[in-house]
């Protein structure tokens, strides 16, 4: 278990629909990042947080957002969705006060029907 | 040209085999080379992490950096079948930049 929680595990939804996924971090972390994996692109860097603040931005659509809140937790928006946008949602922490190993939550899985 | 080239296997082993994984990256400014295990609907796991060049070894697993030649490695010795998963490696430049750029991914199945 590496500490870092998201939900839901799943999500199915239309196209044109808007969701939100959850993380909780691991104890301590104050840096969360967002990551998107599917079968063509393989893992893909979407954006970072640190401690409430925007950090690094990736690849990231503008039809998606995300926040940190003060207790850390953080949330990805996904809105206008397309087929497309089928994937597993990663997100990831570290203590971001330095460099550190980011440890991965087990995702969640949205399916665009 | 991709940052990060990974074979995607798949590779298949018998238990017990000397298993290794590679991939080669473009950017020589990457400092940082991290190994993740990923099982089936799960999320990726960290194996190993090093900085710079050299080897690291953890139990049955051992991680090479050649920053000459652009080159980390992962071997397992005796593999076991609970080895069975895709392993991702991943580069980082470090700096302010945290940001993870993965390989694809190679899927091992080792068979008992």
């Known amino acids: 278990d590496s500490g870092v929680t998201q939900t839901p595990k799943h999500l199915i939804t239309a196209t044109g629909q808007r969701v939100t996924l959850r993380c909780s971090p691991r104890s301590g972390d104050l840096s969360v990042y967002w990551y998107q994996q599917s079968l063509d692109q393989g893992l893909q860097f979407l954006i970072q947080y640190y401690n409430g603040e925007e950090r690094a931005k990736g690849n990231i659509l503008e039809r998606f957002s995300a926040q940190q809140f003060p207790d850390l937790h953080s949330e990805l928006n996904l809105s206008s969705l397309e087929l497309g946008d089928s994937a597993l949602y990663f997100c990831a922490s570290s203590a971001g006060t330095a460099w550190q190993p980011q440890h991965f939550g087990d995702g969640t899985r949205l399916s665009i029907l | 040209q991709k940052e990060v080239e990974q074979d995607p296997g798949p590779l298949s082993v018998p238990e017990g085999a000397i298993v290794s994984l590679n991939c080669t990256y473009s950017n020589s400014a990457f400092q940082y080379f991290m190994w993740y295990r990923q099982y089936s609907r799960k999320g990726p796991e960290l194996l190993m992490y090093?900085?710079?060049?050299g080897n690291k070894e953890d139990g049955r697993f051992t991680a090479q950096v050649d920053k000459s030649s652009k080159y980390i490695s992962l071997f397992i010795r005796d593999s076991q079948p609970s080895d069975s998963a895709t392993y991702l490696c991943?580069?980082?430049?470090?700096?302010?930049?945290?940001?993870?750029?993965f390989g694809k991914g190679t899927l091992l199945t080792v068979n008992p």
């Open positions: 090093t900085y710079s060049s």
């Open positions: 991943a580069v980082n430049s470090g700096g302010s930049n945290y940001k993870l750029t």
